[in-house]
C-alpha cells in the first residue's frame, strides 16, 4: 500500500525542494486556479512518477453544487487550456475517447461525456452549410471496460482508430486523487496520452502516440481517494506496514472515498468537459 | 408510407398463399408459440422481402409483467432455439455486439444486453478452473449509435473484429413490428445477420457475413411499431395517399407506437436475452 | 372506445361553431403560440367536456430537440402565464405535486419536475437573508401513484396538506392529447385542479379546491395519444364498433403512441415546467 | 468529530466488558452471522448510545457482488428475523416508510425497496382471491427529503399516518457504519423506530410509536463510513483535536466512503429489504 494519486500536481506536491526537469507555475483568477506542471526531462520525470509532458490542472475553490455560476467560467477555462494544448496539433479529424464504466457513477464522466459531445464526422457537406462555424471531423466512442467487454479497452480504440483514422486523439476518464478537496472540483489536461492504472483502481494498456500512432490528450477528473491513501495521509506516512491492513480489512480495496453527491456531480463534470471540447473544437 | 415490419413472421402472414421458397411451420407449448419461418431461394427472398435463411420467432402468450413465471420458460426457449441455429458454427470465439441507442428506451435492448453477458474472453487459463462450464472466450460490445458516436456502426464493428478475430458474431438488435401484439413479448433469431433499415427508424450499414468475414447471428425484439404502419392497418390498406399524412401530421415520424410500461420491459427482455445467450454458450 | 384528450383546447377543436359559455382566444409570437380557453357555464362545460374555468394552452412550433433555443421562450411564456393565473390567490404558502409514476418515462414529468423545483419552506428566517427575491414558502411531494403505494394519491396529497396548510396548490401530471403534433410540445395550465382519468390511463381521485379546502392550479403536459384515440381519427369516426378491436387487439390498451426520444423529452419539459414555477414564484 | 455509527453491534462491540442492560447473542450459519443484540434498560441504553430495544444484525461473509448465491439466502434470513421482530405486533395494515433521497445513490435504498414491495391495501376483497396467501393491507411510501421537499419528512409520514392509519410501520434507511467491512453486506433490524442522524448526514426528526401512535419497526443497511471515523479509527482514536481538521479539510463532510459499486450494490440490497418484507408480512 502506497499513496496514490492520478494528478501531476499532486506529484509535485510531494516535494518541498525543487526538482530538477520540472517546472510549476499557477495563477488564480475569480475562484479558479489553473496549474501548469512541466515534466522536461526523463530525470524529472523519474523523480514526479509521471512521463514527461504539460500537465495542467484546472481547480474551483467550491465544490460545484454551492456555487452554480462557477460552472460557466469552468467551462471556459477548460475550452482555452484546451485550445491552448491542441493548437500546434492537426485538427482535420478528432476523436473524442470516454474512458470508464458507465454503471459505476464515479468512473462514468468518460461516456457521459461523450454523450454530450458534438460529434460531426458524420454530417455531409451539404449539412455543415448550416452550422457558424468552421466544421471539423469529430467522432466519439465509450469503448466500455474489460470486465463488460471482455477486450482490452486500448484493443478497441486501436480497432476503432484505424477506420476512423483521427489526426488526434482526446481521452476522458475519471482520475484517483490524492487529497479529497480535489474531489468533483479539478480537470487536468496533459499532452502525455493515458498510461496503466488510471481511474477506479482499473488497469489498462496504454493510450499513447507511441500505441496508437497520433497524439492523444488526456482529460482527466479524480472523483475518488484510495482508502489506503486516506488513511496513510491521516497516519502521515508514504507507505505502510502491515497494520494498517487489520484495520481496514481486505475490503478496503472495493471501497472509496467519494462526494456524496457523486451522481449530481458526474453529471455536471461531465458536461464541463463536453463544453470544454466543443468550445475548443468548433469555435 | 408503407406498412413496416422487421420480422419474418409478419412479412409472411401478409401473404394467404403458400409461397415458393418460404416455409413455415409453428409449435406452441405451455404459452410460448415458436415459428421457424425458412426462406430458401432468392425468390422466396424477393417475394417476403428478407435475405435468404433461417429466421425463428419465440412468442409469449402474456405481457411478461402480466406473467413472471413465464420469463425462465421463455429464457430457456431462447437459449435452446439460438443452440440449434448456431450448432454447426465455430464457437472457440464469440463476440456479442448490442446495437441500439442506450438512451432511448425502446432502443437500448442491444446496450442492456450486452452489459448483462458474462464475458469470458478475459479471464486467464488459470482463472478458468474455477468455472464449471467449458469457457469460451466471449466477448462483447456496444458500439452506439451514429448521431452519438459521428462514425457507421458498422466501421465500429469491423475494427474490433479485426483485434478480437471472432469465430462467430451475435448482434442483437430492437425491432418495429407491424401487430402491437408482439411488441415486448416477441425474440427472433436469424442466422442472416442484420441489414440496413432494422431498429427505431436509423439507417445502418449492414452486419453480415459477407461484410466481416465470420457468421452472424441476428437477436432483435420488436419494441416499436410504426404510426404510420397502424394507421395503414386500421384502415386496411397496404399503402396509402397524401391524405394520411394530412391526419397524421409530418411529426408522426419521430412518434412511436410502444408499450407504456416500456422501461421495466426492456430491462427484462434485455435480461432474457442476455441469459439465452449465457445459456447456449456456457452450458 | 371513443376519442380522448385531456387538453380542453382539443376539446374546443371538436365543435366547428361557437358554444355558448365557452370563449377562445389565440396569439401567436416568435414560434409559441398562447392559446385560452375560458369555460365560464355549466352548459358550456358539459358541451366540452371539461370543467368550468380558465385553460391556457402554451405550443411551440417545432420539437425542442429540433430548436434548443427555444426553451428558454417556452420557460418565459409558462412562468408569465402561470404567474397571471395565480396572480389573485395568496402566495404565502405553496404546495408544489408532481403527479404520475416516476418509473414509466411518459409518466415522469411530475416526479420529475417536484425534484427540480426550489423549496425554500424549510429555510430559516436568517438562511433567506441570502437570496435576492422574495421567499415564499415553496415545498414539493411526489405521492407515487396507487399501484405502488397502495395509497389513493388523493389520500396522501390531503394528509400532507393537513400538515403542510397551503395557501395554493400547483398539481404537475403527465395528459393524453387527441393530436401526436402536441406531445411534447404543449403545456397546458388551468385553474380547475385535477380530475379523475388524467395521464397515462390511471384513475386518480380528483384534487381539486372542493376536495383539498385550497385553490389547486394544474400543470399538464400530453405525452401520450392513446392507440385507440390514434386509430378513430384515421378513420375519421368519433366512437368504433367492436371490429377496432380486432384489429387492435385487447392489448392496444397497454400501449401508447409517445415520442421516440420521450426520455430526453420528459427531461426537458420538467425543467420547463419546474422554471416556470419557480420564475412565476421567486421573482 | 467523533466516531459515529447506526450500528448497535458496532456500539456494543467498543466496549470490551460485560456492560449492565445489554446482552447479546450471535450465531453463524452458512456464510450469514446474526447478531441479536437487546438493551434492556435505560442505563445500558446510556452506555451504548442507542434505545432502548431489540436490534438484530444479519452479515454476509462477502460482498454480494462476488456470491451471488447468497442473495437467496440472506432474503431468507432477513425475512426470518423481521418475521420474528412484528410477531407479537398487529398485521392488519402495515405501511413501509422508505426514507432517504432517491437521487444520491448511496442513500437510496429506502425508495428503491418501497418501488419493490409488494402493496395490497388497494386490492378489492374479489380481486384477493386470486392470491393464494392471506393479503394483508400493505402500503407504501418514499417521503422524500428535507432538501427537496421543503418539509419535514415526519410530517409527510404524520400526514399519511393519519389517513392510512396503519396498525405497524416499517421503516428503511441507509446508514453509516463504523467498519468498513459492513458497507453493502449488512442488515439491521429493530423495534425502536428511527431516531435523528440516521443516514447520509441528514438531521430528520424521529419517527417512532411516540410521535407517530403505532410501532415503528426499523430497517437500515450501512452504505457508508464518515471520512472523519475512518480517520479516527486509522488513529486508533475516539475523538480528536483539530489537527484532523487541518488534514482532511473541510471539505471531508460533503466525503463518504462507500463501496465502488455502490450503483449495484444498492440495487441488490433494496430488493434483499423487499423481498425479505414481502416473505414476512405475504407468506
Same mark, same amino acid.
Given at each position: 500500500?502506497?499513496?496514490?494519486?492520478?494528478?501531476?500536481? #499532486?506529484?509535485?506536491?510531494? $516535494?518541498?525542494?525543487?526538482?530538477?526537469? =520540472?517546472?510549476?507555475? +499557477?495563477?488564480?483568477?475569480? %475562484? /479558479? &486556479?489553473?496549474?501548469?506542471?512541466?515534466?522536461?526531462?526523463?530525470?524529472?520525470?523519474?523523480?514526479?512518477?509521471?512521463?514527461?509532458?504539460?500537465?495542467?490542472?484546472?481547480?474551483?475553490?467550491?465544490?460545484?453544487?454551492?456555487?452554480?455560476?462557477?460552472?460557466?467560467?469552468?467551462?471556459?477555462?477548460?475550452?482555452?487550456?484546451?485550445?491552448?494544448?491542441?493548437?500546434?496539433?492537426?485538427?482535420?479529424?478528432?476523436?473524442?475517447?470516454?474512458?470508464?464504466?458507465?454503471?459505476?457513477?464515479?468512473?462514468?464522466?468518460?461516456?457521459?461525456?461523450?454523450?454530450?459531445?458534438?460529434?460531426?464526422?458524420?454530417?455531409?457537406? #451539404?449539412?455543415?452549410?448550416? $452550422?457558424?462555424?468552421?466544421?471539423?471531423? =469529430?467522432?466519439?466512442? +465509450?469503448?466500455?471496460?474489460? %470486465? /463488460? &467487454?471482455?477486450?482490452?479497452?486500448?484493443?478497441?480504440?486501436?480497432?476503432?482508430?484505424?477506420?476512423?483514422?483521427?489526426?488526434?486523439?482526446?481521452?476522458?476518464?475519471?482520475?484517483?486523487?490524492?487529497?479529497?478537496?480535489?474531489?468533483?472540483?479539478?480537470?487536468?489536461?496533459?499532452?502525455?496520452?493515458?498510461?496503466?492504472?488510471?481511474?477506479?483502481?482499473?488497469?489498462?494498456?496504454?493510450?499513447?502516440?507511441?500505441?496508437?500512432?497520433?497524439?492523444?490528450?488526456?482529460?482527466?477528473?479524480?472523483?475518488?481517494?484510495?482508502?489506503?491513501?486516506?488513511?496513510?495521509?491521516?497516519?502521515?506516512?508514504?507507505?505502510?506496514?502491515?497494520?494498517?491492513?487489520?484495520?481496514?480489512?481486505?475490503?478496503?480495496?472495493?471501497?472509496?472515498?467519494?462526494?456524496?453527491?457523486?451522481?449530481?456531480?458526474?453529471?455536471?463534470?461531465?458536461?464541463?468537459?463536453?463544453?470544454?471540447?466543443?468550445?475548443?473544437?468548433?469555435?
Amino acid at each position: 500500500m502506497a499513496i496514490r494519486t492520478d494528478l501531476a500536481i #499532486e506529484c509535485r506536491e510531494m $516535494f518541498a525542494e525543487e526538482i530538477s526537469g =520540472v517546472e510549476s507555475l +499557477a495563477h488564480d483568477s475569480d %475562484g /479558479i &486556479t489553473v496549474t501548469h506542471v512541466k515534466i522536461t526531462t526523463e530525470e524529472g520525470a523519474k523523480q514526479i512518477g509521471k512521463p514527461v509532458g504539460d500537465y495542467v490542472t484546472i481547480e474551483m475553490d467550491s465544490m460545484l453544487i454551492e456555487n452554480e455560476d462557477i460552472i460557466d467560467r469552468v467551462c471556459n477555462a477548460v475550452g482555452d487550456e484546451l485550445k491552448k494544448l491542441i493548437s500546434s496539433k492537426n485538427l482535420n479529424s478528432v476523436l473524442i475517447v470516454g474512458l470508464g464504466n458507465r454503471y459505476i457513477t464515479p468512473d462514468s464522466i468518460g461516456p457521459k461525456a461523450v454523450s454530450k459531445v458534438t460529434v460531426t464526422r458524420h454530417i455531409t457537406k #451539404e449539412a455543415q452549410m448550416g $452550422f457558424d462555424f468552421a466544421v471539423r471531423a =469529430v467522432s466519439a466512442i +465509450a469503448p466500455g471496460v474489460l %470486465g /463488460i &467487454t471482455g477486450i482490452e479497452t486500448s484493443e478497441i480504440v486501436k480497432g476503432v482508430v484505424e477506420h476512423v483514422k483521427p489526426s488526434l486523439i482526446i481521452a476522458i476518464d475519471a482520475l484517483a486523487a490524492r487529497n479529497i478537496k480535489r474531489l468533483g472540483t479539478t480537470v487536468q489536461l496533459s499532452d502525455t496520452g493515458i498510461c496503466p492504472g488510471s481511474g477506479v483502481g482499473n488497469n489498462r494498456k496504454e493510450l499513447t502516440e507511441k500505441t496508437l500512432g497520433v497524439p492523444v490528450i488526456a482529460m482527466g477528473v479524480p472523483m475518488v481517494v484510495d482508502v489506503a491513501t486516506l488513511a496513510l495521509d491521516v497516519l502521515g506516512k508514504k507507505e505502510c506496514r502491515a497494520d494498517l491492513n487489520t484495520i481496514l480489512s481486505d475490503r478496503s480495496k472495493n471501497m472509496i472515498v467519494t462526494p456524496n453527491d457523486v451522481d449530481e456531480i458526474s453529471e455536471k463534470i461531465s458536461t464541463i468537459i463536453a463544453e470544454g471540447i466543443n468550445t475548443a473544437l468548433h469555435s
